[in-house]
Every structure is written in structure tokens, then in C-alpha cells.
């Protein structure tokens, strides 16, 4: 059967994913190197300028995470989340006979997202905006950069002091009950999004294994689809438009 290509992921969609690929990777370093700044024998200066880094990603990495969510309603059609979220009718036997099909070693090709990948989908993008608000918390509470930093360091700041004038790792310019106090409504924060680094970098393994996988069973050009925005089949696609 002759080669059939369909057009699938926009501009605005393939955009969204190159640059959360970056900044995640930037992410990623940064948080390794600040995850163990100590054992590297990195300084407080160092530490404030590696976080002043990170954040900077994040805040890149959390406008364009934005942007997708608010494109879920806008975009083309496979970018909707009609056609992401695990919902809506028909998606239970939709599922059910993707299971059947890779229990039968029968796999089908999908233009969009398949069943089990809209769960994919909507578990990383769950997972990413959990990152994204906690980080942003932990930039006001670590350096005292906005959109939470502002008010951190008029809670934190020491009696008399300017809050402006607060500063990471200068315990002189804050109060210490005050700052105590902050640290330990962080701390859950902070907890969580450590975990959530780890639980990305699995999801990241098994995101990159999975759509390896699918290329090499059935084609579809998966990999390529997210430059040219285009998925080529040899047999048709289960999601083909009426």
C-alpha cells in the first residue's frame, strides 16, 4: 500500500515541545549541580547565581507550559483536550481495543495521540504544572525573585530593614523567627518538588522508550512528526477524519 501522510501538529504545538525539551534539559542540569553544590564545594555566591539561573529557565519553561494549556482550547484539532485527555465518549473502547491490539501483537498507528498516550500526556502535563508552581514558590523563598519573592522578603525582612535589601544566604538581613517560620512552610514545598524532579526524569526514560518503540513497530514517523509536523503510515491510521 502506497505511503499515506497526514498533517497533525502545528506550529504553535512543535514549538511547545522543542522548547520544554530545552528547558527541562537546562533545568535538569542546573537542579544536579545545585542538588549537590555542597559536595562540589560551590559557595553561597555560587549557589545564588546557580539558582538565579534555574529560575530564569523556569520562568521560560512555565510561560511556554501556559501557553500549551491555554492552546488545548484554541489549537488544531489534535492539539485540543478533547483529543489529549484521557476522557470523553468513546475513549473507554477506544482504549480497551488499543489493549487488545497490542495483546494481539497487532498494533494500529494513530494520528493523534492514542488511547494510552492521551494518559501519557496528561500525566506529564500534570505532572510539569506541579513542578512549575512549586518552583515558582521556591524562587521567592530561595532568592527572592518574583512573582513571590517580593513578599517573602517583607515577611523574612529584619526589623528596620528595607525589604529590598534582603539577601540569599545573609542571615543579617533577616529575622531569624521570621525566617525559620518561612522555612518551614517551604519545606513541603521544596520536598515535593524534588520529588517531582525524579519522578520527570523516569517519565522522561519511558516517554523516549516508548515512542522509540512505536516507531520501530509500526512506523509513523513519531519522531520526525514534532519538526515536519506531519506523521506518514503505511497502512491507514485508526483516527483517520471522516
Known sequence: MALQEFKVWGTTTRVFHWVNVFCVLGLIAF?????????????????????????YIGYVFALNLVWRLVWGF???PYARWRAILPLGRGYSKSLGDELNRLRTGQPAGYIGHTPLGRIAVTVILLVLTCQAITGLIL?????????????IAEWVAAPGLDPSQVRPYAPETVDPAAYQAM?????PVIETHEIVF???LALIALHILAVVLTELKHGGTIISAMITGRKTFREPPVDVPE
Open 31 to 55: 537542579g544536579v549541580v545545585i542538588l549537590n553544590a555542597d559536595a562540589l564545594g560551590i559557595g553561597n555566591d555560587g549557589k545564588v547565581l546557580l539558582k538565579t539561573g534555574h529560575v
Open 74 to 76: 484554541i489549537g488544531g
Open 139 to 151: 524562587a521567592g523563598t530561595d532568592v527572592y525573585m518574583p512573582p513571590f519573592g517580593g513578599a
Open 183 to 187: 522555612r518551614d512552610l517551604r519545606a
Open 198 to 200: 525524579f519522578v520527570i
